[in-house]
Protein backbone atom coordinates (compact mmCIF):
# COMPACT_ATOMS: atom_id res chain seq x y z
CA UNK A 1 0.00 0.00 0.00
CA UNK A 2 3.10 2.01 0.73
CA UNK A 3 4.50 1.76 -2.56
CA UNK A 4 1.08 2.33 -4.25
CA UNK A 5 1.18 5.95 -2.39
CA UNK A 6 4.76 6.64 -3.34
CA UNK A 7 4.72 5.41 -6.64
CA UNK A 8 1.57 7.90 -7.48
CA UNK A 9 3.79 10.71 -5.60
CA UNK A 10 6.27 10.76 -7.62
CA UNK A 11 4.09 9.98 -11.02
CA UNK A 12 2.53 13.12 -9.72
CA UNK A 13 5.82 15.20 -8.88
CA UNK A 14 7.14 14.27 -12.74
CA UNK A 15 4.17 15.08 -14.38
CA UNK A 16 4.03 18.62 -12.34
CA UNK A 17 7.36 19.24 -13.15
CA UNK A 18 6.96 18.65 -17.01
CA UNK A 19 4.26 20.80 -17.20
CA UNK A 20 6.25 23.72 -15.25
CA UNK A 21 9.01 23.02 -17.77
CA UNK A 22 6.65 23.77 -20.87
CA UNK A 23 4.39 26.21 -19.73
CA UNK A 24 6.08 29.38 -21.10
CA UNK A 25 6.53 27.16 -24.86
CA UNK A 26 3.64 28.19 -27.00
CA UNK A 27 3.29 27.09 -30.15
CA UNK A 28 1.95 30.15 -32.42
CA UNK A 29 1.91 28.11 -35.59
CA UNK A 30 4.14 31.10 -37.06
CA UNK A 31 7.45 30.68 -38.32
CA UNK A 32 10.71 32.47 -37.98
CA UNK A 33 11.78 32.28 -41.15
CA UNK A 34 10.59 34.21 -44.13
CA UNK A 35 10.68 33.96 -47.51
CA UNK A 36 10.85 36.65 -50.54
CA UNK A 37 11.40 36.63 -54.37
CA UNK A 38 14.23 39.43 -55.46
CA UNK A 39 15.58 40.53 -58.81
CA UNK A 40 18.16 38.71 -59.98
CA UNK A 41 20.49 39.10 -63.69
CA UNK A 42 18.08 37.27 -65.82
CA UNK A 43 15.00 36.81 -64.24
CA UNK A 44 14.52 36.12 -60.16
CA UNK A 45 16.17 35.01 -57.39
CA UNK A 46 14.77 34.46 -53.72
CA UNK A 47 16.05 35.68 -50.25
CA UNK A 48 15.17 33.55 -46.79
CA UNK A 49 15.19 36.14 -43.88
CA UNK A 50 15.51 34.86 -40.23
CA UNK A 51 13.88 37.09 -38.05
CA UNK A 52 14.22 39.72 -40.78
CA UNK A 53 18.07 39.00 -41.17
CA UNK A 54 19.39 37.94 -44.46
CA UNK A 55 19.84 33.60 -44.08
CA UNK A 56 20.34 32.49 -47.55
CA UNK A 57 20.30 34.65 -50.90
CA UNK A 58 20.19 32.88 -53.91
CA UNK A 59 20.11 34.58 -57.44
CA UNK A 60 20.13 31.22 -59.49
CA UNK A 61 18.25 28.23 -59.62
CA UNK A 62 19.55 25.65 -57.37
CA UNK A 63 21.03 21.89 -57.84
CA UNK A 64 20.66 22.80 -61.54
CA UNK A 65 24.87 22.84 -62.18
CA UNK A 66 24.25 26.46 -63.94
CA UNK A 67 23.47 30.10 -63.22
CA UNK A 68 20.16 30.39 -64.10
CA UNK A 69 17.86 32.85 -62.83
CA UNK A 70 13.86 31.56 -62.25
CA UNK A 71 11.64 32.68 -65.19
CA UNK A 72 9.43 33.74 -62.96
CA UNK A 73 8.80 35.35 -59.56
CA UNK A 74 6.30 32.67 -58.40
CA UNK A 75 8.92 29.72 -59.59
CA UNK A 76 11.44 31.26 -57.35
CA UNK A 77 8.35 31.53 -54.23
CA UNK A 78 8.02 28.10 -54.61
CA UNK A 79 11.42 26.96 -53.97
CA UNK A 80 11.76 29.39 -51.24
CA UNK A 81 9.09 28.56 -49.82
CA UNK A 82 10.06 24.62 -49.42
CA UNK A 83 13.41 26.37 -47.96
CA UNK A 84 11.38 27.59 -45.44
CA UNK A 85 9.50 24.62 -44.93
CA UNK A 86 12.49 22.44 -44.53
CA UNK A 87 14.09 24.83 -41.81
CA UNK A 88 11.40 25.28 -40.28
CA UNK A 89 11.38 21.20 -39.60
CA UNK A 90 14.75 21.64 -38.83
CA UNK A 91 16.13 19.85 -42.07
CA UNK A 92 18.87 20.98 -44.18
CA UNK A 93 18.03 23.22 -46.75
CA UNK A 94 19.33 21.68 -49.84
CA UNK A 95 17.68 21.54 -52.65
CA UNK A 96 17.89 18.46 -55.46
CA UNK A 97 16.87 18.32 -59.29
CA UNK A 98 13.87 16.10 -58.48
CA UNK A 99 12.10 18.85 -56.08
CA UNK A 100 12.72 21.37 -58.58
CA UNK A 101 10.98 19.27 -61.20
CA UNK A 102 8.25 18.03 -58.53
CA UNK A 103 7.98 21.70 -58.35
CA UNK A 104 7.29 22.27 -62.01
CA UNK A 105 9.99 24.69 -62.41
CA UNK A 106 11.46 24.55 -65.78
CA UNK A 107 15.27 24.94 -66.22
CA UNK A 108 16.11 24.58 -69.79
CA UNK A 109 16.52 28.16 -70.69
CA UNK A 110 19.50 29.11 -72.83
Not at 6 to 33: A, M, P
Not at 63 to 68: F, Y
Request: charged share 25%.
Amino acid sequence: MKLVFIVKIGVLSLVTVCLSCFSGCTNTGETEFTCRAMQAEGGYGYMVLHKGDTLIRQPYIPAVGRKIAFATKEDALKVAELVCRKLDEKQSPSISKEEITMLGIIVNRE
